[in-house]
């Protein structure tokens, strides 16, 4: 299939199977690389992805310089409503793939360049839910040689609000409650109980080991001594 200006469209962008986890998030969003796609272009041409707010699509204007006015990731969704990102040469989308590989592209995946003027062509993060259209472009030099035709509408997640979010707990059954209660209620009576215990052993203990300390006898020791103050009787 030809565009009016004799550039070939190719089939659709995709989004990478949901069991690699992480499909869509709120920012972000997970594409099958275009492999095997653009077969019939030379080795030094570079393929853009083009990324656009549904309402830019009927008018898209593939001649726009990538990231001049009008393509600025900074300004998407402000003063302009199609951007350009993650260019690489198609050298870099071999066909076939190797099995086993994961040929996927992140989009809206670089933060540190999100508000860097200087980098008008970055993968920053997506600023809402979308939806958003998305094809990708190859470029040999700046004159468009091949296309595909852009992908249905993508709609990111929404993040949940904070009051939506059960509080730990907060589900329990009436029942799941009561039984709570009542083994809070036995564990205390136990506590108090063995307690209990503990003083009336203490007390116990104290009485039987009181004893009382023998008094000291103190005997003396008497000398006769009348007894030899006189002389013995001789017979």
Not at 120 to 130: A, H, I, K, S, V
Not at 158 to 165: C, D, E, F, L, R
Not at 224 to 232: E, I, L, R
Request: hydrophobic share 35%.
């Amino acid at each position: 299939l030809l565009t009016a200006d004799g550039i070939p469209t190719l089939v659709a962008p995709v989004l990478a199977s949901s069991s690699l986890g992480g499909q869509k998030t709120t920012s972000t969003f997970v594409l099958d690389q275009p492999r095997c796609v653009f077969t019939n272009v030379s080795k030094d041409t570079v393929i853009w992805l083009v990324v656009a707010d549904p309402s830019a699509v009927p008018d898209f204007n593939n001649s726009l310089e990538p990231g001049g006015p009008g393509r600025e990731f900074q300004q998407f969704l402000n003063s302009t409503f199609a951007y350009m990102t993650l260019n690489t040469t198609v050298l870099n989308y071999p066909c076939p793939k190797n099995p086993g590989d994961i040929t996927v592209l992140r989009v809206g995946s670089e933060t540190h360049c999100a508000k860097d003027k200087k980098r008008p062509t970055c993968n920053g993060p997506l600023p809402g839910p979308g939806p958003y259209q998305v094809k990708f472009l190859a470029l040999n030099g700046s004159k468009p040689v091949a296309q595909t035709a852009w992908s249905e509408p993508i709609t990111l997640r929404t993040a949940q609000p904070s009051g939506n979010i059960p509080v730990p707990g907060s589900g329990h059954s009436a029942g799941m409650i009561a039984l709570t209660s009542i083994l809070s209620i036995l564990f205390a009576i136990l506590l108090a109980g063995l307690v209990a215990m503990l003083l009336w052993g203490s007390d116990a203990s104290s009485g039987s080991s009181t004893f009382s300390k023998p008094e000291a006898v103190t005997v003396r020791r008497y000398n006769t001594h009348h007894v030899y103050d006189q002389p013995a009787a001789r017979l």
